[in-house]
């Protein structure tokens, strides 16, 4: 299927780019950013056709989407690649270690395009798209610093146990950012989850909690970012009142709607645009 590039359906200076977080949570991820004529997915883990149904609820073709950047190999962030890579011919990037195991895993289009993002920036459909390592329990996984073709830099993180010093780099600065926010100490600790699974999530390279991406969040808005995001929640150990209420509590000293303006992303294929 014949692809639309973004000099065949255009950026005009009117045409900004949009944040469309289209799935988030510990069940499936995706997210677009860009606009009717031209973008890039971050993630595909639902299926083809809720992923497709998404997007054209947004009023995006498929066919608008120029590339899938993989964050890594779980299976809620890949669920639908295979079935999309194949039906739209669109081509997939990823760090060089997910994209033996995409391929090797037959969780990819045979035919599919792959490219590396290792050390590198990717130049496609009007954006420029470098990654960063985040921590988490996979064999490699990564967050994405995005400029729109208007300049403006939105950053997506989620899946990391803690803020390295390199992720705290690739945050700053930017216009938004998706941040994860994917679980409550409480319930976590009170939850039906077995031990060693509450020790996994809760480690260095598990999920941020609440608390520690409220801490975050208030580091950003000191810096000069005050456009938010908050993703990845888990449905069994948090809840979006909970996650909104952790974060809105910690920064009290700045004015919501003022100051910082902040929303929780959409679990389930809801999700709308985003201005930033």
């Known amino acids: 299927m014949k692809r ?3 000099e065949a359906g255009g950026y005009g200076q009117s045409c900004m780019a949009r944040f469309y977080p289209l799935f988030s949570s510990s069940k499936g991820n995706s997210s677009y950013i860009g606009n009717e004529n031209s973008g890039i997915l971050i993630d595909a883990g639902v299926s083809c056709k809720r992923l497709v149904g998404a997007l054209e609820n947004n009023g995006i073709s498929p ?7 993989i964050t890594h190999t779980h299976s809620d962030h890949i669920a639908g690649l295979k079935i999309l890579t194949k039906k739209y011919n669109i081509p997939v990037y990823a760090q060089t270690v997910n ?10 289009a045979a035919d599919a395009a792959m490219y590396s993002v290792d050390g590198r920036d990717i130049e496609v459909g009007g954006f420029c798209v470098s990654s960063f390592e985040t921590p988490h329990d996979t064999p ?18 989620t899946d990391l146990g803690e803020i ?5 780099r690739n945050l700053a600065g930017a216009d938004m950012v998706l941040l994860e926010s994917n679980y409550d100490e409480r319930m976590l600790k009170n939850g039906s989850y077995p031990y060693t699974l509450k020790q996994r999530i809760a480690s260095s390279h598990g999920h941020l909690s609440n608390s520690d991406c409220s801490k975050q969040l208030k580091k950003l808005i000191e810096g000069g970012t005050c456009r938010f995001v908050l993703g990845h929640l888990s449905q069994e150990n948090n809840t979006a009142f909970i996650a909104e209420s ?4 910690f ?3 700045f004015r919501r709607n003022s100051d910082y303006l902040l929303d929780i992303a959409s ?3 809801c999700g709308m645009a985003v201005a930033f």
């Open 140 to 157: 490699a996984s990564c967050g994405y610093r995005i400029v729109c073709p208007d300049g403006k830099v939105i950053v997506t993180c």
């Open 164 to 168: 390295t010093p390199e992720v705290d």
């Open 246 to 249: 952790s974060a809105v509590g």
């Open 63 to 69: 066919e608008a989407v120029q590339a899938i950047f």
């Open 251 to 253: 920064l009290n000293e």
């Open 267 to 269: 679990p389930d294929g």
């Open 4 to 6: 639309r590039t973004s």
């Open 99 to 108: 994209l033996e195991i995409l391929a090797s895993s037959d969780k990819v």
